[in-house]
């Protein structure tokens, strides 16, 4: 079986932090760009980050640089985002996807994504919701 399973979403309030795990099954994450995107109620896709495959480069969107962190764990088949510094703003559904394509650049992968493209898989979802 082949499946790609996010975890760790919660309920936090601001200021404080959680951290997502994006867990391989039946193939090998690293050879993987992944991306970490999000859906809140009435929105579109936005994407988080996203990072390589080749040379583990990391490219994160405006509203979350400098908060959040996604890095690879290989022995572990894992892909993590930490998420510092939570803010309202941040509740919403996380998901991760593996795409074996390969993109100009990682900034290319989260803006395609964002446009419609399909990654090979996608993981199930997990909520995260930032609230006092």
Not at 28 to 43: E, V
């Amino acid at each position: 079986q082949v499946q790609l399973v996010d975890s760790g979403g919660g309920l936090v309030q601001p200021g404080g932090s959680l951290r997502l795990s994006c867990v391989a099954s039946g193939f090998t994450l690293d050879d993987y760009a992944i991306g970490w995107f999000r859906r809140a109620p009435g929105k579109g896709r936005e994407a988080v980050g996203c990072i390589s495959k080749s040379d583990s480069r990391v490219y994160y969107s405006d509203s979350v640089k400098g908060r959040f962190t996604i890095y690879r764990d290989i022995a572990k088949n894992t892909v993590y985002l930490q998420m510092n510094d939570l803010k309202p703003d941040d509740t919403a559904v996380y998901y991760c996807a593996a795409d074996k394509y390969e993109y100009a650049s990682i900034q290319a992968m989260c803006l395609s994504i964002d446009l419609g493209a399909h990654p090979d898989y996608w993981g199930q979802g997990t909520q995260v919701t930032v609230s006092s």
